[in-house]
Structure formats: C-alpha cells, structure tokens
C-alpha cells in the first residue's frame, strides 16, 4: 500500500463547530506531517509527528489541535475556526525520521469551508 | 536560511514540444532540492529529487530535472509534453540543519493540444 488517504474528502463547518480531519497510511513511515494550502499556492507545514511525538509546530493557532494515536494514523482536531481558515488540509508521510531529507507522500486533502 | 524561487508563474507549450519548469534555490551547505506535482483538487505526488551523485535526475512520468551548482539551479524538463501534464508543479529544497521544505510559489504548466 503506497498511498495516504484522509477523509473526510470535503468539510463544511461553523464557527462554533468541533471537527476532525484524519489521515492514515500503511508504509511503515514514522513521520507524517499536516499542511494548509490556500489556493494556487504552496503549501503551508503546520505540524510535524516523528515517531509519533510533536516534533514541530509552525506556530499554529490553538484552534488546530493535532494528535498521532499510533504510528499509522495522524489526526487534526478543529474547534472555533474561523472563516479564513478555509483552505485544503494535506496530510503527508515520510520514511524514517523527518530529519532524513526524504521525499513525502501526500493525501488527497480534506476541502475545508468555514462559514 | 534556505529559498527557493521559480520565476514563472505559468508556462505553456504545445503537445510534443520540450517543456522546461525553472527553479533556483539558495542555501547555505549542501541543498537537497525536491520536485513535486499537483493536479487539480489533489494533493502533492513526487517526482524526482536530488541529493547526491550524478546531476541529471530522472524521475517519474519521464521526467528529469538537472542540478547546477554553479547556477544554484534544479530546472525540471520533459523531452515531449503531453497534455495530461498539465499542472502545478513545485520546487521544494532542504538543507543541512532545516528538516522544514520550502516550496517555491509553483508553475501552473498547461500544455496545449
């Protein structure tokens, strides 16, 4: 199995909502990461897991709370967001630790809209 | 501190003709240079990277980019578009002591039937 997958594929939310974006993947990699990515541009790293600990967070508003239940699954808690955190939300995954220089596979994103 | 730029916001060729994506990059020590592809409402998928070794790297989909240090370039090419090419296309670079890629702004390449 070569893939990441997430689901959901689309979420729409209100402000005051509480969602969950999740990603899973079978290739045995020990890092995995979560970008936003506005449209047409590059995307943006939020978290970064290695080995299953927070290994690096971009600075990211408390209203995106990342967990990693186990080495195959990465998920992304949302709660109070607000409209201008509408965007795609790829989750990738790498070989090793995220400190080997190795190329990342990407999910399909999850289509996220805040009204 | 590491960049990376691709000077060309969109890039358009017609089916069958060489197509070219420019990239340069600036690091300071070795750069670990990375090319990515992203259809319409996908995620990214990798192509091709470099990071040691021979200068011309080729990757998949018959793609191949080439590193010049001299040039701090890594422009990735293709002998003979074809139209399901069409896409966007980063650039991405590491270096030594950054585990963080930074992407360049994309190319949007269309290729013209």
């Known amino acids: 199995d070569t893939e990441v997958t997430q689901t959901p594929k689309h979420l729409v939310m209100g402000m005051t909502n509480k969602k969950s974006l999740k990603c899973e993947q079978h290739m045995g990699h020990r890092a995995m990461y979560w970008y936003k990515q506005k449209a047409k541009k590059p995307p943006e790293l939020m978290f970064v897991y290695s080995y299953e600990k927070l290994s690096i967070n971009e600075s990211v508003p408390s209203r995106f709370s990342p967990e990693c239940p186990n080495s195959s699954l990465l998920n992304l808690h949302l709660h109070a967001l607000q409209p201008e955190d509408s965007a795609l939300y790829l989750c990738a995954s790498s070989q090793g630790d995220y400190r080997s220089y190795n190329e990342q596979f990407f999910g399909p994103g999850t289509r996220l809209t805040v009204l | 501190a590491q960049s990376v730029a691709q000077p060309e916001d969109q890039v358009n060729v017609a089916e069958g003709n060489p197509l070219t994506v420019k990239c340069t990059y600036s690091v300071s020590g070795n750069p670990y240079l990375f090319w990515y592809v992203q259809y319409p409402n996908r995620g990214l998928q990798f192509l091709l990277k470099?990071?040691?070794?021979?200068?011309l790297v080729k990757g998949s989909y018959g793609f191949e980019a080439e590193f010049n240090k001299s040039q701090t370039s890594f422009h990735l090419k293709k002998p003979s578009a074809l139209v399901s090419d069409s896409a966007l296309y980063f650039c991405?670079?590491?270096?030594?002591?950054?585990?963080?890629?930074?992407f360049g702004r994309g190319t949007s390449l269309i290729v013209h039937p």
């Open positions: 991405a670079v590491l270096s030594g002591g950054s585990y963080i890629p930074t």
């Open positions: 470099y990071i040691t070794g021979d200068n």
